[in-house]
């Protein structure tokens, strides 16, 4: 299962010719299971200024799976950011190690195009997806 972050999805409702789209393309064309979490759906859908595009777009997602965040995401997230934290690095975004821990818990890769993702990947058990 891959978790698809929001920096993935923002180029790939823009129709947007990068790696990264071509990589959720495959994973779509080939029926993997794809999952987001709810910090993804609400960065996505409060972008959409038209409503008819927020509606089709919130049903599409919809089909995906919602990998649900609980107390322990959330306490597994501010550990992500303490770690890296000593090491000197500085996560720009809470979202990110949040949504970091929400992969790491259900067991899902995860396709971003976001370079705080890359930076935990190095220094935790984050297992990205490779873009070829």
Request: proline residues 2%; negative net charge; aromatic residues 4%.
């Amino acid at each position: 299962m891959t978790l698809v972050d929001t920096s993935v999805w923002i180029d790939f409702f823009k129709g947007s010719d990068l790696p990264h789209v071509a990589r959720l393309e495959r994973l779509i064309d080939e029926e993997d299971t794809i999952a987001l979490c709810g910090i993804n759906l609400t960065e996505i859908l409060q972008g959409i200024d038209d409503d008819l595009v927020h509606r089709r777009v919130h049903s599409q997602l919809r089909e995906l799976v919602l990998v649900p965040l609980s107390e322990s995401t959330f306490v597994a997230a501010a550990d992500i950011y303490r770690t890296l934290r000593r090491v000197g690095v500085t996560i720009r975004k809470t979202n990110d190690c949040i949504i970091a821990a929400a992969a790491m818990e259900s067991g899902c890769s995860l396709l971003h195009n976001d370079r705080d993702f890359s930076v935990m990947a190095k220094l935790i058990p984050l297992e990205e997806l490779a873009l070829n």
